[in-house]
């Protein structure tokens, strides 16, 4: 894995998803209320597009339309739904956010 420097963190808005491109990767950060963020794939094998859009709600992030959850932590789609979406670990230097990719 190699560690590659995403944004700032600074740029990053408590709940609102934001998109960062590596190589050819799409990259959904998040950022809780608590500060903790978080880097899945911007990818729902549930609904063949991107997850950009939902909910964060703690360590979840939910899915309006169809009504499902994801962990933010693991990247499991929750029951009674399920799948799993790829996790990059998240390093905070400063205001410098790092993705292991």
């Keep these: 894995m190699t560690k590659v420097l995403a944004t700032k963190k600074s740029k990053l808005i ?4 934001r998109l960062v491109t590596i190589g050819e990767k799409r990259i959904a950060l ?14 729902c094998p549930l609904t063949d597009s991107p997850i950009l859009e939902g909910i964060v709600s703690g360590d979840f ?6 009504e499902y959850k994801i962990s933010l932590v693991s990247g499991e789609i929750q029951e009674p739904d399920e799948g799993q979406l790829t996790i990059y670990p998240v390093e905070i230097s400063g205001d410098d956010v790092y993705l292991e990719v």
């Design 14 to 17: 408590p709940r609102i998803g």
């Design 30 to 43: 998040f950022q809780t209320t608590t500060e903790k963020v978080y880097a899945l794939e911007d990818y």
């Design 61 to 66: 992030l939910y899915e309006p339309m169809r």
